[in-house]
């Protein structure tokens, strides 16, 4: 069965520089949720859009910003890279919104910034 | 805001042990509750849930009661396999505090080590 696709799998940045990535959902699945997950810790919510339109924010910093396209693909677009921002970055995808509807998680996206 | 306690980890465990996993929850509304997996390398992968008070999840032999009166869910199964060593994580969501009416808010994670 098709999951959910991230891409690409591991990004090296350095301070200051930008950096996208991208989500790809469950075919038909309607909202996109990015998670940010730092060493040893739980992921954080950061934002999630339903029918291409932000649907939640959590704590997603103002360097940061995200779309949902016409195909349902999602991009989170950060700037200004901060040596902090290295983590491991997850999509996950569902049909409908609303967290009681079962998310599916991607691999994840390692970003390092050096 | 919204809160999730899991107990710390590493929990090591021989194989055919017995597994309880603590965790207990603030939260303002009426959440949703959730157990969450993780192998070494991969996404989260979504183990059992429920979505109302005295409800039950279970999947793979594990299991979890909603309990609202001690705000707990924890996690059990009677006997682990090597191939359940993991990071599990318990979540919650459906309020509108903490990571919002989307978000899942997600405990610490507690590792489980399962030896032969």
């Known amino acids: 069965a098709a999951g959910v696709i991230q891409s690409p799998r591991h990004l090296i940045k350095e301070k200051r520089e930008t950096a996208t990535l991208k989500c790809y959902p469950i075919?038909?699945?309607?909202?996109v949720y990015w998670y940010q997950q730092g060493p040893g810790q739980d992921p954080q919510f950061l934002i999630s859009?339903?029918?291409?339109?932000?649907?939640d924010k959590g704590s997603i910093p103002d360097r940061f910003s995200a779309q949902q396209f016409s195909d349902y693909h999602s991009e989170l677009n950060m700037s200004s890279l901060e040596l902090g921002d290295s983590a491991l970055y997850f999509c996950?995808?569902?049909?409908?919104?609303?967290?009681?509807?079962?998310?599916?998680f991607g691999q994840g996206t390692r970003l390092t910034v050096v | 805001g919204d809160s999730v306690t899991q107990m710390e980890g590493p929990v090591t465990l021989s194989e055919e042990a017995f597994l309880t996993i603590n965790c207990t929850y603030t939260a303002t509304g009426y959440p949703s509750l959730f157990w969450y997996v993780q192998y070494p390398g991969e996404g989260l992968q979504l183990l059992l849930k429920a979505t109302k008070a005295d409800d039950k999840g279970s999947n793979k032999g594990f299991e979890a009661t909603y309990r609202k009166e001690t705000t707990s869910f924890h996690l059990e199964k009677g006997s682990v396999q090597v191939s359940d060593s993991a990071v599990y994580f318990c979540a919650l969501s459906g309020t509108y505090s903490g990571g919002g009416a989307d978000g899942l808010t997600f405990g610490k994670g507690t590792h489980l080590i399962i030896q032969p």
């Open positions: 996950a995808s569902s049909l409908g919104r609303g967290a009681a509807r079962e998310a599916f």
């Open positions: 075919p038909r699945h309607d909202t």
């Open positions: 859009f339903y029918e291409k339109m932000q649907s």
